[in-house]
T-cell receptor, first 113, second 113 residues
């Protein structure tokens, strides 16, 4: 069964600090890995998409890494801001028709003053 | 630019009542369309996806159904709601093959009482 596991489940950091979120997956056949940011009560918004051949991708203060051999990914957030408070969801796409995705349960990040 | 709409934004329905949630996409043609459900503390669960008019694939057996009467319209329905149908329902779309961006709508918060 395809699964995506994320850690930690929740995290509280002070504004301006960095943090790293982890994702392990068992999706096969692997096509791509995405990180989404979801504000409460809103739809997810994509941060990064990486394919098998990519091992790092940045989007502003967000940097995602991918190790396809160990099936692990991380999302690093630098110089956190209050607006970074959200759920960060790791999502893995399968090869094949329909562009099907398997979602992790997310890491709930809270940035405080 | 492309836009995805969902309505209603929130809905409170009694057990046993029917359901109809609508999703429409603007600014693109022949999108792949998806219905997800997000229960409290759970990852997004793919319910249905459609690669074309009248083409519906069901991922999870349940009392919900989906229809795609037009190219950019996707409807989620139920004849009799259950308490377990409560959740946050998200519509999403992509165009093309796996690995491309998947865009989410604003969501519908459904509470079955």
């Amino acid at each position: 069964k395809n699964q995506v596991e994320q850690s930690p489940q929740s995290l509280i950091i002070l504004e301006g600090k960095n943090c790293t979120l982890q994702c392990n997956y068992t999706v096969s056949p692997f096509s791509n890995l995405r990180w989404y940011k979801q504000d409460t009560g809103r739809g997810p918004v994509s941060l990064t998409i990486m394919t098998f051949s990519e091992n790092t991708k940045s989007n502003g203060r967000y940097t995602a890494t991918l190790d396809a051999d160990t099936k692990q990914s991380s999302l690093h957030i630098t110089a956190s801001q209050l607006s970074d408070s959200a759920s960060y969801i790791c999502v893995v796409g399968e090869k094949g028709g329909g562009n099907k995705l398997t979602f992790g349960t997310g890491t709930q990040l809270k940035v405080e003053l | 630019s492309q836009t995805i709409h969902q309505w209603p934004a929130t809905l409170v329905q009694p057990v046993g009542s029917p359901l109809s949630l609508e999703c429409t996409v603007e600014g693109t043609s022949n999108p792949n369309l998806y219905w997800y459900r997000q229960a409290a503390g759970r990852g997004l669960q793919l319910l249905f996806y459609s690669v074309g008019i009248g083409q519906i694939s069901s991922e999870v057996p349940q009392n919900l159904s989906a229809s795609r009467p037009q190219d950019r319209q996707f409807i989620l329905s139920s004849k009799k709601l259950l308490l377990s149908d409560s959740g946050f329902y998200l519509c999403a779309w992509t165009v093309g093959l796996a690995g491309v961006e998947q865009y989410f709508g604003p969501g519908t918060r459904l509470t079955v009482t």
